[in-house]
């Protein structure tokens, strides 16, 4: 599988090589995609516009895709920041070798 994502440092698109990051970079990409955008998953992504019209948060979107990429993982957490205005997420991840990553995504 190949999965790219932005370097925070050069602002470009760099390849992701090392497993469990690759999870955790498609994941994030995941979260920020809107229900049937991608061509290849139509299942994938959040109802991300309708949650905005409707002010109702994609909750169930949000578990089915934790729910997607857990078996990838030793531990998975994806949480929505309360504090936040913006839909914004709380990852935690446990890699399979024992790595522990906590980010947020904005969507």
Known sequence: MRTYGVDPNTQQWVEV??????????????????????????????????????????????????SQYAPYFSQLTVIKDQISIDPTYYIRAIFINGTTISTTVAT
């Not at 090392?18 to 994941?27: P, Q, R």
């Open 17 to 66: 090589t090392e497993t469990g990051y690759i999870w955790l970079a498609t994941l994030a990409q995941t979260l920020r995609l809107n229900q049937g955008e991608s061509p290849i998953y139509g299942n994938y992504g959040i109802p991300a516009q309708q949650s905005v019209m409707s002010q109702i948060a994609p909750d169930i979107a949000v578990n089915r895709t934790q």
